[in-house]
């Protein structure tokens, strides 16, 4: 198969640290906002077999805002643990509606209603 996928990604953030018991403990609650745009170019079979798949181009733009909070607890001299939690909100999806059944760009393509996600990482 003949295509090309592409992406591109922004995103601003802002928080403000508090830090309890001695600086030990730090709270870290933080809002943002994101945009990402991901596409392909026409996707199409190198065979000429009646079955090979064959589809246009595609371009999503999704807008998102976060939510989280990050806690960190120092330890040592220069050790910590941290766990950071968050909740995303896609408030805008748009663009190209042309998905090959197995191409990895179908993002909220349907047009279903906009998503919220939640994460969380620690280390």
Do not use: C, W
Not at 7 to 17: I, L, V
Not at 27 to 56: I, M, W
């Amino acid at each position: 198969y003949n295509y090309l996928a592409y992406s591109a990604a922004a995103r601003a953030s802002y928080g403000y640290d508090f830090a309890f018991f001695r600086n030990a403990l730090v709270l870290k609650p933080s809002v943002g906002v994101s945009y990402n745009h991901l596409g392909s170019t026409n996707f199409k079979s190198n065979s000429q077999s009646q079955v090979a798949l064959k589809n246009g181009a595609s371009s999503q733009h999704l807008f998102n805002a976060n939510a989280n909070v990050e806690a960190r607890y120092y330890y040592g001299d220069t050790s910590y643990f941290y766990l950071h939690a968050g909740v995303l909100q896609e408030f805008a999806n748009f663009g190209s509606n042309d998905v090959a059944s197995l191409n990895t760009f179908k993002i909220n393509a349907a047009r279903s209603p906009l998503s919220t996600y939640a994460r969380a990482m620690m280390g």
